[in-house]
């Protein structure tokens, strides 16, 4: 939608993007002077999508050739925090996974007769992981440079606010799977019409901090992002 309409942004809400942009530049004085090392170059491939051949590029933050591992920084307002596992006592199965706590002391449980649980005392914590965007951002820059005859097999993000750093590593998704999501995706991108709005619980907050959401709620007929599904 950014594509279509035109819009303006604060200059203070760009704060994150300026660090990026510091970060982007120290890493990319760091591999001049590292032959083993690429920062801020971009790589290109030809996928194929309704029919016709794209050309798709990227540009990692930084690549170490020798240790075949790729970089890339990730400002933020604040870093992951534990990663919270809520399970059903009774069923073993999982209720609900992610960084956030359940804020409320009952949790609603589908799973047994109860109905609900203490939220405290059925959940674990465990390190912090990455988001699954930025998963999916590296397992596409490993295969993007494996077109181009630099081998990667391992990534890792560093998570950036601003009082800390946090390093992360990332269990890459497999090359196939990989491939299948970018051919998805570029169909969408490639197709006639815009694509639809953003359902994935994961990846509705975007609408809460994009600049054109009224011209895509105006398009979509009602609510967009998280307030869509509650």
């Known amino acids: 939608m950014k594509?279509?309409?035109?819009?303006q942004v604060r200059p203070?809400?760009?704060w994150w993007a300026y660090r990026g942009q510091l970060m982007h530049g120290i890493a990319a004085a760091y591999a001049a002077g590292d032959l083993n090392s690429i920062a801020e170059r971009r790589f290109s491939m030809v996928l194929e999508a309704n029919?016709?051949?794209?050309?798709i590029s990227g540009q990692p933050d930084l690549v170490y050739v020798d240790r075949r591992m790729v970089i890339d920084f990730k400002t933020?307002?604040?870093?992951?925090?534990?990663?919270?596992?809520?399970?059903c006592p009774k069923s073993e199965t999982v209720i609900r996974e992610g960084p956030f706590a359940w804020r409320n002391k009952y949790l609603p449980c589908p799973y047994c007769p109860d109905g609900e649980h203490v939220a405290r005392e059925v959940v674990q914590e465990s390190a912090p992981r990455p988001y699954r965007?930025?998963?999916?951002?590296?397992?596409?820059?490993?295969?993007?440079?494996?077109?181009?005859d630099v081998p990667v097999e391992r990534a890792q993000v560093i998570y950036q606010d601003m009082a800390?750093?946090?390093?992360?590593?990332?269990?890459?998704?497999?090359?196939?799977?990989?491939?299948?999501?970018?051919?998805?995706?570029?169909?969408?991108?490639?197709?006639?019409?815009?694509?639809?709005?953003?359902?994935?619980?994961?990846?509705?907050?975007?609408?809460?901090?994009?600049?054109v959401r009224g011209a895509c709620e105006r398009l979509h007929g009602g609510p967009v992002g998280r307030e869509a599904n509650s």
Do not use: M
């Open 3 to 7: 594509l279509e309409v035109d819009y």
């Open 12 to 14: 203070r809400e760009l």
């Open 51 to 55: 029919g016709a051949f794209v050309e």
């Open 76 to 87: 933020t307002k604040a870093v992951p925090g534990r990663w919270r596992t809520y399970t």
């Open 133 to 148: 965007t930025h998963v999916q951002q590296v397992s596409a820059y490993r295969l993007l440079l494996g077109e181009n």
């Open 164 to 211: 800390q750093q946090l390093p992360i590593d990332v269990e890459l998704l497999p090359v196939d799977e990989t491939l299948s999501l970018l051919q998805q995706r570029l169909a969408l991108f490639t197709a006639p019409d815009l694509p639809p709005v953003l359902t994935d619980p994961e990846q509705t907050w975007e609408c809460d901090f994009c600049p």
